[in-house]
T-cell receptor
């Protein structure tokens, strides 16, 4: 059983569509991070959210941390082929203990 | 300059061999990590080192041993390699707590045991 459950596992959409991916847990986290990983590379940090209910925007990406700090969502508006990749959420149990979800593999078709 | 660099990028070796993967970070971070990513892309933490002190050792077989000669390096030694060790291994570093700073990952080492 994984600490963080991400859904959906796979998502294939057309360019221009909107999408939301989810990261859920029964554990409370001190912070939650989202990363994007491309083939042959390591994950790259997109955002860190710390406060329950916090919303952060990064261009067309909107990240939300649940009020209880147990879950998070990532919403992409008007997806582009360059958004294709593996999106990973990671929750901080302590300062040096970050646990990752299994990821959502997003494909955006032109 | 590459922030977190791992070598080699690819490693193919036979069962029973001993191998090492090197990792160096030039970010001045105080903590370094090793993660294992399996074929389903699940990232599992193996080790974490802070100021040359092991912080986390997550149910990893003792065939795996991290070695940190200094704050900028965390190498991974693997003895008696098994088929199930095949995976991509990522080194990462962080600083000043996870609330404000994310992890910076290397580009990974793909280990194949034959």
């Amino acid at each position: 059983t994984q600490l963080l459950e991400q859904s959906p596992q796979f998502l294939s959409i057309q360019e221009g569509e909107n999408l939301t991916v989810y990261c859920n847990s029964s554990s409370v986290f001190s912070s939650l991070q989202w990363y994007r990983q491309e083939p042959g590379e390591g994950p790259v940090l997109l955002v860190t959210v710390v406060t329950g209910g916090e919303v952060k925007k990064l261009k067309r990406l909107t990240f939300q941390f649940g009020d209880a700090r147990k879950d998070s969502s990532l919403h992409i508006t008007a997806a582009q082929p360059g958004d294709t990749g593996l999106y990973l959420c990671a929750g901080g149990l302590s300062r040096n203990d970050m646990r990752f979800g299994a990821g959502t593999r997003l494909t955006v078709k032109p | 300059d590459t922030a977190v660099s791992q070598t080699p990028k690819y490693l193919v070796t036979q069962m029973g061999n001993d191998k090492s993967i090197k990792c160096e970070q030039n970010l001045g971070h105080d903590t370094m990590y090793w993660y294992k990513q399996d074929s389903k892309k699940f990232l599992k933490i193996m080790f974490s080192y802070n100021n040359k002190e092991l912080i986390i050792n997550e149910t990893v077989p003792n065939r795996f041993s991290p070695k940190s000669p200094d704050k900028a390096h965390l190498n991974l030694h693997i003895n008696s390699l098994e088929l199930g060790d095949s995976a991509v291994y990522f080194c990462a570093s962080s600083q000043a707590g996870i609330e404000n700073y994310g992890y910076t990952f290397g580009s990974g080492t793909r280990l194949t045991v034959v």
